[in-house]
């Protein structure tokens, strides 16, 4: 299984890489294997992740499940 899966430690990693070491407005994420193995660091933003237009849909539809709306 070990070639499916990462231990938790390195499922981790990145969580704790972007809480102790990245800056603001970074994406962090494994480095090999097409970014889903390796040690933690800067990881590339998807095309999905920087289109503006349906973060605002995701954004509006999370207010719409949740009943939460956030007024920035």
Do not use: I, N
């Amino acid at each position: 299984m070990r070639l499916l899966f990462q231990s938790a430690e390195a499922g981790a990693a990145p969580v704790l890489h972007a809480c102790a070491v990245a800056g603001p407005g970074t994406y962090s994420g494994p480095q090999r294997l097409r970014e889903s193995r390796g040690p933690a660091g800067r990881a590339k933003l998807s095309r999905h992740a920087r289109d503006e237009a349906l973060a605002g849909k995701l954004w509006a539809m999370s207010e719409e499940l949740t009943g939460v709306a956030l007024d920035l």
